[in-house]
């Protein structure tokens, strides 16, 4: 009898080590050889030293690995109980931003906690995720075909993009529009209520360019004319664009990329950290980071694919996506494909908010994984809520 109580009370233990069996080790794997990848690059941006860049960076990607194990253990119940006060917390913090925001680069998009300096909008993008997902996993496939029950999650997408949009930050605001969107396909919105979404974009772009920020238009004007001004709009494109090529197939050695360790290369350990790579380790370094995030994005659709909840399946489609676009944009950005927007590199670039929360969507694709099997809640397709 004895025996068994001590069973008992051991048995959560139990389950926690069965769970962290079942998390996928490769996957983890792959994120830490990213992370080492920006760790070397962060420590030759700050000039062969692990300050000011590479040494804080290593710290928040291990407590980033702790939460993301964390996280990968709660139960999707938990959550999706999650979901509401997450995406609450994440409106009110950029609303804070608006008011008392710390300005940075003409951009108000930081605010100070703790004395320690937070991107809300980095928090949002992950809450958006889980909120959308919470919501559409109690809607059945048939009930997709209501415009009216369309109308809840689109507000949910536009007020974070809004808010997003007044700091300014157009790229995270595209960003965010972009991971919703791709969550309410994935849900099962169908084609014709896509069409009527698509048709007015081309002249709400219109309207959109009309309102941005004197910058703003430079950097469009900039992408499109970037040798007009070479010294001033143009300076980080040209210079970025000179980085690439003088790496070469093979690169020109590490910690001796000129452009990088002369300092003519702007925003080398955030925005630009790609580039450093390209033009210390060569064509070969860059393709083979790019083929190390692909397998990221990839192995999250496969997690989303192997999911039997539709929890579990848009969880892992809006992290994924939202992965897939932060490296698509930074590097379109950095190679001259689209104006610079201020994204940085997942898992490479430096900066405390958007490591913490790229690990926290980590630990929820985790989640997914691990709980792949659940059924909790299913609507089955053709289902009357």
Known sequence: MKFQKRLLRAEPNFQILTKLWQVNWLYVILICALAVVGYVALYSAGGGTSRPFAGPQSIRFCFGVVMMLGIALMSPAILVRMAWPLYIFSLILLVAVLRMGHVGKGAERWL???????????????????????????????????????????????????????????????????????MF????????????????????????????????????????????????????????????????????????????????????????????????????????????????????????????????????????????????????????????GGVPLPLISYGGSAMLMVMFGFGLLMSAWVHRNATFGETTPGEED
């Open 112 to 182: 100070m906690l703790g004395g320690m300096q937070v991107q809300p909008s980095e928090l949002a993008k992950i809450a958006l995720v889980l909120m959308l997902a919470a919501w559409f996993h109690k809607i059945s496939y048939r009930s997709m075909g209501n415009p009216l029950l369309l109308v809840p999650p689109a507000l949910m997408v536009l007020a974070p993009v809004a808010l997003v949009l007044k700091e300014p930050n157009l790229g995270t605001a595209v960003i965010i529009g972009t991971v919703g969107a791709s």
């Open 185 to 340: 396909f994935g849900a099962g919105m169908r084609l014709w209520q896509i069409a009527l979404l698509i048709l007015p974009v081309p002249m709400l772009a219109k309207v959109a360019y009309s309102h941005l920020h004197d910058y703003q238009k430079a950097r469009v004007t900039t992408f499109l004319h970037p040798e007009s001004d070479p010294l001033g709009a143009g300076y980080n494109i040209i210079q970025s664009k000179i980085a690439l090529g003088s790496g070469g197939m093979w690169g020109q050695g590490y910690l001796h990329g000129t452009q990088g360790q002369l300092n003519f290369l702007p925003e080398k350990q955030t925005d630009f950290i790609f580039t450093m790579i390209a033009e210390e380790w060569g064509y070969v370094g860059g393709i083979t980071v790019i083929g190390m995030l692909l397998l990221l994005v990839f192995g999250g659709m496969l997690i989303a694919m192997r999911s039997r909840n539709q929890f579990g399946r848009l969880l892992g489609l809006g992290i994924s996506m939202n992965f897939f676009l932060y490296c698509a944009v930074n590097l379109s950005m950095v190679m001259g494909a689209i104006p610079v």
